[in-house]
Nanobody, 131 residues
Framework: QVQLVESGGGLVQPGGSLRLSCLTS????????IGWVRQAPGEEREGVSF????????YYTDSVKGRFAISRDNAKNTVYLEMNSLKPEDTGVYYC????????????????????????WGQGTQVTVSA
């Protein structure tokens, strides 16, 4: 059974940093595209970043390029999102999400030049950027 458990959210001042973690189980990280999706209050979900399953390339939405960095540690079955220079508009619930290699999820999210269509979701962690 695929499970994704996020941690690391919280309240941070503008310009601050946070690192989100996603502990995964029930599948092999290499065989899934995995990444982060966020949802601000009253807004639709937005793909933030993901790591592709084919060659491990990373993709970012334009608004976070140069500020966020995604990485994965296969030995720890964990994916990270390092967030720096945070802005109030980064506020939202951040979900860890995974897309299987052969099956795409019903919701396609544009992340840079690629589409991310998760089939599995975590419960989310709240990130609030406020003075």
């Amino acid at each position: 059974q695929v499970q994704l458990v996020e941690s690391g959210g919280g309240l941070v001042q503008p310009g601050g940093s946070l690192r989100l973690s996603c502990l995964t189980s029930g599948f092999t990280l290499d065989y899934y595209a995995i990444g982060w999706v966020r949802q601000a209050p009253g807004e639709e979900r937005e793909g933030v970043s993901f790591i592709s399953s084919d060659d491990g390339s990373t993709y970012y939405t334009d608004s976070v390029k140069g500020r966020f960095a995604i990485s994965r540690d296969n030995a720890k079955n964990t994916v990270y999102l390092e967030m720096n220079s945070l802005k109030p508009e980064d506020t939202g619930v951040y979900y860890c999400a995974a897309e299987t290699y052969l099956v795409k999820g019903p919701e396609q999210l544009r992340v840079g030049l690629r589409w991310f269509a998760p089939t599995h979701w975590g419960q989310g962690t709240q990130v609030t950027v406020s003075a």
